[in-house]
């Protein structure tokens, strides 16, 4: 209990924005994750269970709630704000595809040196 005790602290830290990046970036690792299992590519699958277990997300979004509440919003404006918020998202691609596509690159052109 100690250590989510901590985390929690640590995410209570955070600016909303910081809160609102990660949960962009937790988000789209689970859709990397769904995407790669739904056309069978290789993935550790204890990735996949880690994601949902902690509930990284989870945690985030109740955090952003809280202060929601703390601020005086209710639940019809909360929803109205995520919509908006969730349509201003600009997708980018996870750490995981990055270093993938580098890689890729990279073999790439130590054969065109062939």
Do not use: C, H, Y
């Not at 590519?41 to 985030?60: A, L, T």
């Not at 990055?98 to 040196?113: Q, V, Y």
Request: aromatic share 4%.
């Amino acid at each position: 209990m100690a250590k989510r005790e901590e985390e929690m602290k640590e995410i209570r830290a955070k600016t909303t924005e910081e809160i609102n990046e990660e949960v962009v970036e937790l988000k789209g690792e689970l859709f990397m994750l769904r995407l790669q299992k739904s056309v069978r590519n290789e993935f550790k699958s204890s990735e996949f269970r880690r994601m949902r277990k902690r509930f990284d997300i989870k945690i985030r979004k109740k955090q952003m709630r809280e202060r929601e509440l703390e601020e005086g919003i209710n639940k019809r404006l909360s929803r109205k704000l995520d919509r908006q918020w969730k349509k201003s998202i600009v997708v980018k691609p996870v750490p995981s595809l990055i270093k993938l596509r580098e890689k890729e690159a990279a073999e790439e052109a130590e054969k065109s040196s062939a």
